[in-house]
Protein backbone atom coordinates (compact mmCIF):
# COMPACT_ATOMS: atom_id res chain seq x y z
CA UNK A 1 0.00 0.00 0.00
CA UNK A 2 1.26 3.47 -1.08
CA UNK A 3 1.20 6.54 1.26
CA UNK A 4 -1.89 7.83 -0.56
CA UNK A 5 -4.26 4.94 -0.62
CA UNK A 6 -2.66 4.93 3.32
CA UNK A 7 -4.77 8.51 3.69
CA UNK A 8 -7.55 7.53 1.06
CA UNK A 9 -10.54 7.58 3.96
CA UNK A 10 -8.69 8.99 7.22
CA UNK A 11 -9.79 11.90 8.50
CA UNK A 12 -7.37 15.05 8.96
CA UNK A 13 -6.73 15.46 12.44
CA UNK A 14 -7.80 12.03 13.71
CA UNK A 15 -5.81 9.35 15.87
CA UNK A 16 -3.73 7.17 14.32
CA UNK A 17 -5.11 4.84 15.75
CA UNK A 18 -8.34 5.28 14.92
CA UNK A 19 -8.27 6.92 11.83
CA UNK A 20 -11.68 6.35 9.97
CA UNK A 21 -14.59 8.09 9.99
CA UNK A 22 -17.54 7.55 12.67
CA UNK A 23 -20.85 7.41 12.71
CA UNK A 24 -23.40 10.56 13.73
CA UNK A 25 -20.61 12.99 11.98
CA UNK A 26 -20.31 15.40 9.12
CA UNK A 27 -17.40 15.50 6.40
CA UNK A 28 -16.00 17.08 4.05
CA UNK A 29 -13.55 15.39 1.20
CA UNK A 30 -10.33 17.37 0.92
CA UNK A 31 -9.53 17.63 -2.96
CA UNK A 32 -5.93 18.34 -4.15
CA UNK A 33 -2.97 19.36 -2.12
CA UNK A 34 -1.18 17.92 0.21
CA UNK A 35 -4.64 16.78 2.01
CA UNK A 36 -6.20 14.55 -1.21
CA UNK A 37 -8.39 12.26 -0.15
CA UNK A 38 -8.88 13.23 3.75
CA UNK A 39 -12.09 13.85 5.32
CA UNK A 40 -12.39 16.56 7.25
CA UNK A 41 -15.06 16.61 10.37
CA UNK A 42 -17.11 19.55 9.96
CA UNK A 43 -19.61 18.63 12.51
CA UNK A 44 -19.17 21.12 15.10
CA UNK A 45 -18.78 24.09 12.77
CA UNK A 46 -21.18 27.38 12.96
CA UNK A 47 -23.45 27.78 9.97
CA UNK A 48 -21.83 31.08 9.46
CA UNK A 49 -18.35 29.41 8.51
CA UNK A 50 -20.36 26.47 6.47
CA UNK A 51 -19.28 28.31 3.41
CA UNK A 52 -15.70 29.41 4.63
CA UNK A 53 -12.62 27.86 3.49
CA UNK A 54 -10.20 26.56 6.13
CA UNK A 55 -6.85 26.65 6.92
CA UNK A 56 -5.24 23.31 8.37
CA UNK A 57 -1.81 22.99 9.66
CA UNK A 58 0.00 20.20 7.75
CA UNK A 59 3.50 19.14 8.01
CA UNK A 60 3.68 17.59 4.42
CA UNK A 61 2.33 20.93 2.65
CA UNK A 62 5.19 23.37 0.62
CA UNK A 63 6.25 25.15 4.12
CA UNK A 64 7.22 21.68 5.82
CA UNK A 65 6.40 21.51 9.35
CA UNK A 66 4.92 24.66 10.76
CA UNK A 67 3.30 25.24 7.31
CA UNK A 68 -0.53 24.94 6.43
CA UNK A 69 -2.96 24.26 3.94
CA UNK A 70 -6.03 26.15 2.63
CA UNK A 71 -8.75 24.50 1.57
CA UNK A 72 -12.40 26.29 -0.23
CA UNK A 73 -15.68 24.64 -0.45
CA UNK A 74 -16.28 23.56 -4.29
CA UNK A 75 -19.32 25.24 -4.53
CA UNK A 76 -22.04 26.50 -2.08
CA UNK A 77 -23.16 23.50 0.32
CA UNK A 78 -20.43 21.20 -1.50
CA UNK A 79 -19.48 18.39 0.64
CA UNK A 80 -15.83 18.75 -1.52
CA UNK A 81 -13.51 21.79 -0.24
CA UNK A 82 -10.40 21.90 -3.34
CA UNK A 83 -7.13 23.13 -2.04
CA UNK A 84 -6.49 26.70 -2.73
CA UNK A 85 -2.49 26.84 -1.98
CA UNK A 86 -0.49 26.78 1.12
CA UNK A 87 1.35 29.24 3.45
CA UNK A 88 3.95 29.07 6.28
Same mark, same amino acid.
Given at each position: M??????R?? $?? /? !???DDP????G? !?? $??? $?G?????????V??????? !??RA $?V????? /?R????????Y !?P??????T????????
Open positions: DELEFMGR $VY /G !ADHGPRSR !AY $VEL $VGPLDGLLLDTDRPDHE !AG $VLPTEI /GYGPGGHAT !ARSSGSRYEWRGDAP
